[in-house]
């Protein structure tokens, strides 16, 4: 049995650990998709924040010129013929002109755009839409092409991206702080964290490209990671609770089956000694001439009588804990404890004394009338004194105490027996639990005392409690409302 329960616990603890790693794999998953998410939502507002600038910066200082001369297709170039609106094209008239700056490179080139407008503000929104496509493909265009608006590499600052994409992201609920870097299209990109998020490169007019990081998002991630972390944890510690109540319980059942057989087995015996002893009785009346012997046979009808009476008494035993668990009615009156208390061990004293054990009773107080049934009573402080002569072993003391206070009147009974483990004492008021005792073998019983003691006393508007340590002795406490 105990190789099995072992291996059950293995079992369960394997389950548990088998969990864990589960939980944590799934929570390294979702982490991993948070960070993805992150990124896809950070890149494209680093985009749409970068474009939006350029945008601002491109109409933000636009003065309506008019050139004489230049024609209103002047831009109308393959790139841009299909644009859907022709309106504006009509409207704007665009020079281009390219200055340098001591650089052969078309790279080092510094170039001027003017755009000249006709000022109809009707135009603006398509406007907007052509200067975009028109600045991210300047570098395709043939050099002697005619442009519109004025801009140089100073005009986006790294800073004022950084600033203003750090606001964006508080606003959509990412309070992160990026890095933003401005390089050359051929000048060699600076080393960015290993650890960090990196932002898609953005290129501008003329040959920039602007680079972004975020590096210290990991707390933010964690905070999101939250509730998937606190649901992970739950469900272990629920999964985990309930696999040791099963085997909590299944350990209970197997102590209950061993009782349970320890009790068929008392049972059988204390049933089987008395109808043996009835049917040995009966048969020397009948075979060996006892009936005609007078005082033999009144000596073997009155071992029979006391072998039915007892077996009587054990029926009785078993039925009364039935009718205490049916909850029935029972007459209540008031009656002295302390009297009641002395009339049962009046009744043990010479079993006290010629087992030679060490008595005390003490009582303090001068009332002690409470509501109740005097057999049930009875029955309780029997049970209590009966236990603690069974189970005194070496040193064999017994001390009654009763005590009156205000509004309670208490009884200890405590003995200097075997003790009771500390692992039953929370299950010895329930019934048929008996705590097993290899070196006891005279003591029988089937598990009902305490459990009625418990039962009574509740019934009373008691309480009950148990002090013990196992070799030491054990003390039971008895507590009533007194009237």
């Given at each position: 049995?105990?190789?099995?329960?072992?291996?059950?616990?293995?079992?369960?603890?394997?389950?548990?650990?088998?969990?864990?790693?589960?939980?944590?794999?799934?929570?390294?998953?979702?982490?991993?998709?948070?960070?993805?998410?992150?990124?896809?939502?950070?890149?494209?507002?680093?985009?749409?924040?970068?474009?939006?600038?350029?945008?601002?910066?491109?109409?933000?200082?636009?003065?309506?010129?008019?050139?004489?001369?230049?024609?209103?297709?002047?831009?109308?170039?393959?790139?841009?013929?299909?644009?859907?609106?022709?309106?504006?094209?009509?409207?704007?008239?665009?020079?281009?002109?390219?200055?340098?700056?001591?650089?052969?490179?078309?790279?080092?080139?510094?170039?001027?755009?003017?755009?000249?407008?006709?000022?109809?503000?009707?135009?603006?929104?398509?406007?907007?839409?052509?200067?975009?496509?028109?600045?991210?493909?300047?570098?395709?265009?043939?050099?002697?092409?005619?442009?519109?608006?004025?801009?140089?590499?100073?005009?986006?600052?790294?800073?004022?991206?950084?600033?203003?994409?750090?606001?964006?992201?508080?606003?959509?609920?990412?309070?992160?702080?990026?890095?933003?870097?401005?390089?050359?299209?051929?000048?060699?990109?600076?080393?960015?964290?290993?650890?960090?998020?990196?932002?898609?490169?953005?290129?501008?007019?003329?040959?920039?490209?602007?680079?972004?990081?975020?590096?210290?998002?990991?707390?933010?991630?964690?905070?999101?990671?939250?509730?998937?972390?606190?649901?992970?944890?739950?469900?272990?510690?629920?999964?985990?609770?309930?696999?040791?109540?099963?085997?909590?319980?299944?350990?209970?059942?197997?102590?209950?089956?061993?009782?349970?057989?320890?009790?068929?087995?008392?049972?059988?015996?204390?049933?089987?000694?008395?109808?043996?002893?009835?049917?040995?009785?009966?048969?020397?009346?009948?075979?060996?001439?006892?009936?005609?012997?007078?005082?033999?046979?009144?000596?073997?009808?009155?071992?029979?009588?006391?072998?039915?009476?007892?077996?009587?008494?054990?029926?009785?035993?078993?039925?009364?804990?039935?009718?205490?668990?049916?909850?029935?009615?029972?007459?209540?009156?008031?009656?002295?404890?302390?009297?009641?208390?002395?009339?049962?061990?009046?009744?043990?004293?010479?079993?006290?004394?010629?087992q030679s054990f060490e008595f005390s009773y003490q009582k303090e107080g001068q009332q002690f009338k409470i509501y109740?049934?005097?057999?049930?009573?009875?029955?309780?402080?029997?049970?209590?004194?009966?236990?603690?002569?069974?189970?005194?072993?070496?040193?064999?003391?017994?001390?009654?105490?009763?005590?009156?206070?205000?509004?309670?009147?208490?009884?200890?009974?405590?003995?200097?027996?075997?003790?009771?483990?500390?692992?039953?004492?929370?299950?010895?008021?329930?019934?048929?639990?008996?705590?097993?005792?290899?070196?006891?073998?005279?003591?029988?019983?089937?598990?009902?005392?305490?459990?009625?003691?418990?039962?009574?006393?509740?019934?009373?508007?008691?309480?009950?409690?148990?002090?013990?340590?196992?070799?030491?002795?054990?003390?039971?406490?008895?507590?009533?409302?007194?009237?």
């Amino acid at each position: 049995m105990q190789k099995k329960n072992k291996l059950y616990l293995v079992l369960m603890i394997g389950s548990i650990m088998v969990l864990i790693l589960v939980q944590f794999f799934w929570l390294a998953s979702v982490y991993k998709d948070y960070k993805n998410s992150l990124k896809q939502e950070t890149r494209l507002l680093f985009a749409t924040t970068v474009t939006g600038m350029l945008d601002s910066l491109v109409l933000k200082d636009l003065n309506p010129v008019f050139i004489p001369g230049i024609p209103d297709t002047a831009f109308a170039s393959p790139k841009f013929r299909n644009f859907p609106f022709q309106d504006s094209l009509r409207g704007v008239r665009i020079e281009v002109t390219r200055e340098s700056n001591g650089n052969d490179t078309i790279f080092g080139s510094n170039r001027q755009i003017q755009i000249i407008s006709t000022g109809n503000p009707g135009f603006a929104d398509s406007l907007r839409r052509v200067f975009r496509p028109l600045m991210m493909g300047i570098d395709s265009l043939k050099e002697d092409r005619k442009f519109t608006f004025r801009m140089n590499r100073e005009s986006l600052d790294p800073k004022l991206i950084e600033t203003r994409f750090n606001e964006i992201l508080a606003e959509n609920d990412c309070p992160l702080e990026a890095k933003v870097r401005r390089y050359e299209v051929m000048q060699e990109t600076g080393p960015i964290p290993s650890n960090a998020i990196s932002l898609e490169e953005i290129r501008v007019p003329f040959g920039t490209r602007i680079v972004g990081y975020i590096e210290a998002y990991r707390g933010f991630l964690l905070k999101k990671m939250l509730n998937p972390f606190l649901f992970a944890v739950l469900v272990v510690l629920f999964i985990s609770w309930s696999m040791f109540a099963m085997y909590s319980n299944m350990l209970k059942q197997q102590r209950l089956n061993l009782l349970k057989n320890d009790i068929i087995s008392n049972i059988t015996h204390e049933l089987k000694t008395p109808v043996s002893t009835v049917a040995i009785v009966l048969e020397s009346l009948e075979n060996f001439g006892a009936k005609d012997n007078m005082e033999t046979r009144k000596e073997y009808i009155q071992i029979a009588k006391n072998e039915l009476i007892r077996l009587t008494a054990m029926a009785e035993n078993i039925l009364k804990s039935s009718v205490l668990e049916k909850d029935e009615k029972v007459n209540f009156r008031p009656l002295e404890l302390d009297v009641l208390l002395e009339e049962r061990i009046n009744s043990f004293r010479p079993m006290l004394e010629s087992q030679s054990f060490e008595f005390s009773y003490q009582k303090e107080g001068q009332q002690f009338k409470i509501y109740g049934n005097e057999e049930q009573l009875s029955l309780v402080i029997f049970n209590l004194l009966d236990n603690a002569i069974k189970y005194s072993k070496d040193h064999k003391s017994i001390h009654v105490h009763l005590h009156e206070s205000d509004h309670k009147i208490t009884l200890k009974i405590s003995d200097k027996g075997i003790g009771i483990p500390e692992g039953y004492q929370k299950e010895i008021f329930e019934k048929f639990i008996r705590v097993p005792q290899q070196d006891l073998h005279d003591v029988k019983g089937y598990g009902l005392g305490l459990a009625q003691v418990a039962a009574i006393t509740q019934s009373h508007g008691g309480k009950i409690s148990l002090d013990s340590q196992l070799g030491k002795g054990s003390t039971f406490t008895l507590q009533f409302q007194k009237i």
